[in-house]
């Protein structure tokens, strides 16, 4: 899970596909082509429901979705983005966006210690 304030007010729930998920359990790296890396994005909203049975502010829920991200690993494919291929959807649409899609791997190369992962497992 990771949570975004800043302009963004967001929630992501990060998931791996099995060789994914593989490779974090052993704390492989590089991780191996064939990985699969997704982020679903959503609103991060206050919950009036929730807060209701509290009685105070302090849930916050998932709201609209927003996009889904996906990294996938081909080392040979993507050899001149680390390895990765960066892949950005909106309604169901892949974006043709080209600045932003040059950033993707602009930004996440400052993650080279973790092969350009950011995000930590969760066990
Ligand atoms: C300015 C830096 C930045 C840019 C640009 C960026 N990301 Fe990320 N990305 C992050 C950070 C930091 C995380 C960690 C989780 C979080 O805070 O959302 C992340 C998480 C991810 C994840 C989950 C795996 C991981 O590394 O944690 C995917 C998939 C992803 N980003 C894809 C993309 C795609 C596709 C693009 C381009 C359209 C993109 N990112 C652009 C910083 C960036």
């Given at each position: ?35 699969i ?33 996906f990294?996938i690993k ?11 291929g ?38």
């Amino acid at each position: 899970m990771a949570h975004e304030e800043g302009d963004l007010h967001s929630f992501a729930a990060v998931l791996g596909n099995d060789v994914a998920i593989k490779a974090y359990r052993e704390g492989k790296l590089l991780f191996p082509d064939g990985t699969i890396i997704a982020a679903l994005h959503y609103r991060h909203v206050p919950s009036g429901e929730n807060n209701k049975v509290f009685g105070r502010d302090q849930s916050f829920v998932a709201g609209s979705p927003t996009n889904i991200q996906f990294m996938i690993k081909d080392s040979k494919k993507y050899a001149a983005t680390g390895g990765w291929g960066f892949g950005h959807f909106q309604d169901g649409k892949p974006s043709t966006d080209e600045a932003m899609m040059k950033a993707c791997f602009a930004c996440h190369q400052q993650m080279k210690a973790r092969d350009l992962v950011f995000t930590r497992y969760a066990p």
